[in-house]
């Protein structure tokens, strides 16, 4: 059993953090919406701190999965954060989707107090977080990765090291780049379908079988044609990934004109009032177009 503190129970890290008490480890939580942390005590056990520092104070790993660049600063630094809570060689594996700038900083944040900072992104959607199924993508030096790869084991399907610090975050920018692309995609097909005159259900169970079958397709084209957008990543958040894609891609010298343009796509999603819709809404644009 080890001693555990997770940041964060948002729709991805409140099952996250009852698979890790599930599993036996000891958890401590904390969530800025207290009620949040006290009814996942109540439902799965463990205790719950009054600030990040608290929940971290004797844990020998911190999990983070908040919102944001700042969200994170916010769990980590200052008098009330994580890393003043922590003792030296401790580590700290950030879920959460951020700028690589970020996670730079405080990375070097971490080693100034002796602590072990491992950079880990996830993709998987709430149903891979509670399915204990989550795609985690690394970046940090290898014996860091290697002993916090055991924790995230609880509730991955595939934990993989990239590189160092930053690739995790990097790797988590391409896989964003790929979904955009891909949902724009089968939006388009699905709208070309419709028009004309066929049936999406049908042109779906046939295409998906061949060269253009994705998770997307699979998964969402069901909801998609139901206009059903409840289901997983918010448009909100999306923008937020893209907009750091797009940041670091001007930064890179890469050049992503597809990305740009669906980021603007989700743009005019956000206008229709879809903020929190999930990303598969693309769909819904392209109706409203009609």
Not at 110 to 139: H, R, T, W, Y
Request: proline share 2%; aromatic share 6%; with cysteine.
């Amino acid at each position: 059993m080890t001693k555990l503190a997770f940041l964060g129970l948002g729709v991805m890290g409140y099952p996250m953090a009852g698979h890790l008490q599930a599993a036996g480890h000891e958890v401590t939580v904390f969530n800025r919406t207290s009620g949040k942390a006290g009814a996942w005590v109540e439902q799965h056990g463990g205790s719950m701190g009054k600030t990040p520092r608290e929940a971290s104070e004797g844990a020998e790993f911190v999990m983070t999965c908040v919102g944001n660049d700042d969200d994170l600063r916010s769990v980590c630094l200052g008098p009330d954060g994580a890393f003043a809570g922590m003792s030296a060689g401790a580590t700290l594996v950030d879920h959460t989707t951020v700028s690589a700038k970020v996670t730079h900083e405080l990375s070097d944040a971490a080693k100034e107090k002796g602590l072990v900072f491992v950079d880990a992104p996830i993709s998987g959607g709430q149903a891979g977080a509670e399915n204990g199924a989550l795609s985690i993508m690394c970046g940090g030096d290898q014996s860091s990765y290697d002993a916090a790869e055991p924790i995230m084991q609880v509730y991955s399907k595939i934990c993989r090291r990239l590189g160092e610090t930053g690739a995790g975050q990097m790797t988590k920018m391409s896989n964003q780049i790929a979904i955009a692309g891909l949902v724009q995609g089968l939006s388009e097909a699905l709208h070309f379908a419709q028009k004309a005159g066929l049936d999406g259900r049908a042109v779906v169970e046939v295409i998906s079988q061949g060269a253009a079958g994705s998770w997307q397709m699979v998964n969402r084209y069901e909801t998609m044609l139901d206009d059903h957008f409840d289901h997983g990543f918010a448009v909100d958040w999306m923008r937020k990934d893209l907009g750091i894609c797009l940041e670091t891609a001007n930064e890179t010298g890469a050049s992503l004109p597809v990305t740009a343009l669906v980021d603007q796509f989700y743009k005019d999603v956000q206008k229709l009032g879809g903020g929190r819709w999930d990303t598969s809404s693309l769909f819904k644009r392209l109706r409203a177009l009609d």
